[in-house]
Every structure is written in C-alpha cells, then in structure tokens.
C-alpha cells in the first residue's frame, strides 16, 4: 500500500513541477530546464512505482485464486 502511495504521491508531484517549471517564470536561482527534467524522472519513477505494483498485485490475485481453485 505504501507503494502506491507514493507512486501516486510522485506522479503527482512530478506533474506539478512539469507545470511550474513551463509555465511560471523562475523568481530564484532554479533553471526552469531542471525542474522540468526532475518533474520528468518524478513522474517516469512514480508510473514504473505504479506498474511494479499493479503487476504484483495481479500476481498475488492470481495465486490466491489458483489456491481457492484446487481446495474446491
């Protein structure tokens, strides 16, 4: 569960700074091209976070019901 918490948490994240960092003007030090390129390793992190789980998930679906098939 705290896996998909934080996929989410990240793409999420990952998306907003892809946002900042095109379209608000930078005030400090911070290039808009390294927010950009941290929003997008944030997100590809979080959908690969997202995907581990998804497919682990349906692994663990697919035993349990394999193990409910053969004790009926």
């Known amino acids: 569960m ?3 918490i934080l996929a989410t948490a990240m793409c999420i994240f ?4 892809l946002t900042v960092g095109l379209f608000i003007p930078p005030a400090g ?6 927010l950009v390129a941290f ?3 944030l ?15 349906s692994k663990v ?6 193990a409910e098939y053969e004790t009926d």
């Open 29 to 34: 030090t911070i290039d808009p091209t390294v």
């Open 14 to 17: 990952g998306c907003t700074l």
């Open 39 to 41: 929003g997008e390793v």
């Open 43 to 57: 997100t590809f992190a979080g959908s690969l976070f997202g995907i581990d789980y998804h497919y682990r998930e």
């Open 2 to 4: 705290l896996q998909l």
């Open 61 to 66: 679906k697919s035993r349990r019901s394999k």
